[in-house]
């Protein structure tokens, strides 16, 4: 009997994750993991389990360690398949049901200026506490 093999070589994308102080602050307190926010990357990627508001905005939902999504977190990241993600605002459910459009225009303005910036832009952003990479 004769065996075919096929080896598929997969070409990994290294997509570069950050987050703002703001949303850092909000992950520390909240106990979000940076395990769990390169997971959601993985579902944007899979357009799984995310909401597309326009601009490259997002809205992922997070579970609260131990519970489930539905009373959970949800974060705003923007995000552009392949490249970057970056994560830039996070609520409780609990405490808010949703951004509101004023919000949501800032937001869209945050996205064009933070993926128009050059990897020597990040660089400094990193270097001054404005950003943090994943």
Known sequence: MTCIYMIFYISLI??????????TLFACREDISDSDLKEAVKQLEVKQATVNLGG?????????????????YRVIVLFKSAEKTFYV????????????????????????KYFSMTDEQIKISIENDELIEI
């Open 56 to 72: 490259n905005v997002y809205k992922v939902r997070l579970a609260r360690p131990g519970e489930g999504k539905s009373g959970g």
């Open 14 to 23: 290294i997509v570069r994750i950050f987050k703002n102080i703001r949303f």
């Open 89 to 112: 605002y996070g609520f409780a459910k609990s405490d808010k049901t949703n951004i509101n459009e004023k919000e949501l225009k800032a937001f869209k303005k945050t996205a064009k």
